[in-house]
């Protein structure tokens, strides 16, 4: 191996022992380099640090934007760079900063010419150049695989221009007539009209903007068009409803039957065959493609598709690059995908930021004439100019942001909170936190456990000026801000009896309860980190004596699963809580999680063996859910993940009060709101 080819190696070693590259990065690095030998060793840096993006959600490196700025991009900690320099077998040891000084982005992408490695297209090469973008091939092909399936479908043959009246009827009966002349439009039902109009569409939207009822109006809808049989009778078209994890499918599923059932089909033929023909049963990603045990393939691809006319992926935010990769594929060519989602949270844990990418314009709709003009016709809604623009693409067309929140009214602190995070306003944020909110909250846990244990054991009525206990819930209840000592309290009332129904209905009472209160985390480590925020909660709940133990398994004790587990059913994300039950007389812990149609699935303890304790959890794991009361606990120190969309996710968990926890003078939130997050990609 060449000298220049093995001082590159080493000098990624230092930096795996340093921590600022992974393991698997140095060794595809050094495979590249036994491979080629003569290969550049600026090619060898490139896959090193490819491979590096892959682990922090980039789905390819871009040369020029690590340049510009390389420990933002590549998210370096400096702080550890000298004792890199210390501990360093190789001499001179130097930063990843100090290696990239000084070279321009032509050189290094000059350097990676080598036909052996590095290809530009189809072909067997372990990279890809595209462009001024270097890929793993494997994520190449995934954004092709990808980009092909949407594109297909933008420019499949639209609806038959015949069908307009009956898509009117439609429209009209379940939405209601067109809103006056330079009213604000009803953009659910511009949703629908475009939805249907296209083989794929795209319904974006906050929290309580009704994704979930347009979606089942447009569900409607499609099976009122649908082709009849011979004898008129409705032909149901074959839908299904999926969501990245199980957490995900049970919300959408709980929410899905109820708008189902209210659905206003009095103005439609066969009223009763239509509510009966829109499916309300929501699997997961994975359920759905059916995974070959012990492969990365799947059941259903593209030799052998899924046998549907209609697929509606929900939290479609949530799905990493090389999932949607393996939906799409497992899609025949006709068959319509509708993805829900918002595209102001978190990108998927995995690689790639899709769903942002795709509704990188629907703020500003970009409609051309011919879209305007076919929504006025079929729905009687007017697009506003500020939405028009004749030079917005075809992919523009399928997508539409739902504007009006009903959940958060313009009084509400946690929406105006929300809007400014989104927005990166920090002199907004300052000002609301200077006035005060009926429904916001800010608790500096500096050093003492005093500010946590208030938190965890009242979920701080005070915190919001007392002014929480006077909301009344649908109930007729009120309903104050509650900590963790909520759900402990129903789990500890027990039971009414011993029979199994009752102990079911107890069970699904705690499950449900534990819903009032979560504490969420930024980051895993640290003091106000995941891992040993649940250590210090166990051990107050203990002294507390509101569970029986800090350790181990014990009643009480909320688990999330970590690892999809077929043989169980339960899904990465899934929660539970440990239950002491009676069983043959005598008290059995077991783990309740909640089944659909409000049931419980019991597990025992000794058959988890991939969960973690969640009296905290972080915020990306609490994607796809909602609680009643929610709490940010910031980190201790400035971290790359405490972005703009993590706080904004946590934010719109919260569907009542909102509390953000930590040490808020060191100025966090504010770098926080001004850090959006930029994943690199070149799908669209």
Request: net charge neutral; proline share 6%; charged share 20%.
């Amino acid at each position: 191996m060449p000298d220049r080819a093995r001082e590159c190696l080493q000098q990624l070693r230092v930096w795996v022992d340093a921590g600022w590259l992974r393991e698997l990065d140095f060794v595809f690095a050094a495979f590249l380099a036994r491979e080629s030998p003569d290969a550049d060793p600026l090619l060898l840096l490139a896959a090193a640090l490819a491979s590096h993006q892959l682990g922090r959600g980039h789905v390819c490196l871009e040369p020029a934007a690590v340049l510009k700025d390389p420990a933002l991009v590549l998210a370096l900690p400096p702080e550890r760079a000298e004792e890199a320099g210390r501990h360093a077998d190789a001499a001179p040891a130097k930063t990843p900063v100090e290696w990239l000084s000084g070279l321009a982005p032509a050189a290094w992408v000059a350097a990676l010419s080598n036909e052996r490695l590095v290809g530009s297209g189809a072909g067997d090469t372990p990279l890809v150049l595209a462009g001024s973008r270097l890929y793993l091939r494997r994520y190449w092909q995934y954004e092709q695989t990808v980009r092909a399936a949407i594109e297909q479908r933008v420019a499949a043959e639209p609806l038959d221009a015949s069908t307009a009246g009956s898509l009117r009827q439609a429209l009209d009966a379940l939405f209601g007539p067109a809103a006056s002349a330079g009213g604000e439009p009803d953009w659910q039902k511009i949703a629908c009209a475009l939805a249907v109009r296209s083989h794929f569409g795209i319904v974006t939207g906050g929290p309580g903007t009704g994704k979930t009822t347009t979606v089942v109006k447009l569900l409607a809808v499609l099976q009122h068009l649908a082709p009849r049989d011979a004898q008129g009778k409705l032909r149901p078209l074959r839908i299904r409803l999926a969501a990245p994890t199980g957490k995900a499918a049970a919300r959408l599923n709980e929410s899905i039957a109820g708008a189902v059932k209210d659905l206003p089909l009095g103005g439609l033929p066969d009223a009763q065959a239509l509510r009966e023909a829109i499916p309300t049963e929501v699997t997961t990603v994975h359920r759905l493609l059916v995974p070959v045990p012990g492969t990365r393939r799947f059941r259903h691809d593209a030799r052998n598709p899924l046998p549907l006319d209609v697929l509606v992926l929900d939290e479609a935010s949530m799905v990493g690059l090389e999932a949607m990769a393996a939906v799409v594929a497992a899609l025949a060519p006709r068959t319509r995908l509708v993805l829900l989602g918002d595209k102001d949270q978190l990108a998927s844990v995995e690689a790639g930021g899709l769903f942002g990418q795709l509704c990188r314009w629907a703020d500003a709709g970009r409609y051309t004439a011919a879209t305007r003009d076919w929504v006025y016709t079929v729905s009687g809604e007017a697009i506003p100019p500020a939405q028009a623009d004749d030079a917005g693409r075809p992919l523009d067309q399928c997508v539409v942001k739902l504007r009006k929140s009903w959940r958060f009214g313009e009084g509400s602190g946690i929406g105006q909170l929300a809007q400014a995070v989104n927005e990166g306003d920090v002199k907004r944020i300052q000002e609301i936190r200077s006035k005060g909110r009926a429904d916001l909250a800010w608790l500096d846990l500096a050093n003492s456990e005093a500010g946590l244990r208030r938190l965890v054991l009242e979920g701080g009525p005070e915190f919001f000026g007392g002014r929480g206990q006077g909301r009344l819930e649908s109930s007729g209840v009120v309903a104050p801000p509650v900590g963790l000592s909520h759900y402990l309290g129903v789990m500890n009332r027990g039971p009414r009896s011993d029979a199994q129904e009752d102990i079911d209905t107890w069970a699904r009472g705690v499950l449900d309860a534990s819903l009032s209160f979560q504490l969420l985390c930024a980051v895993r480590g640290g003091r106000h980190g995941v891992e040993r925020l649940n250590e210090r909660i166990a051990d107050l709940l203990h002294a507390e004596g509101l569970v029986a133990a800090a350790q181990g398994w014990f009643a009480g004790r909320p688990v999330m699963v970590t690892h999809n587990d077929y043989t169980l059913g339960l899904m990465n994300g899934d929660i539970g809580i440990a239950l002491q039950v009676p069983e043959q007389g005598k008290p059995m812990l077991r783990v309740a999680f909640p089944a659909n149609g409000g049931g419980v699935r019991w597990v025992l303890p000794s058959r988890l063996e991939s969960v973690e304790t969640a009296f905290a959890m972080t915020v990306h794991k609490s994607q796809g859910s909602e609680f009643v009361h929610t709490a940010l606990v910031l980190p201790d120190r400035p971290s790359p993940v405490l972005t703009r969309e993590l706080v904004y996710t946590a934010v719109t968990r919260a569907k009542s009060w909102f509390t953000l926890a930590g040490p808020l003078k060191d100025g966090l939130l504010e770098q926080a709101v001004q850090r959006p997050t930029l994943r690199a990609g070149g799908l669209f």
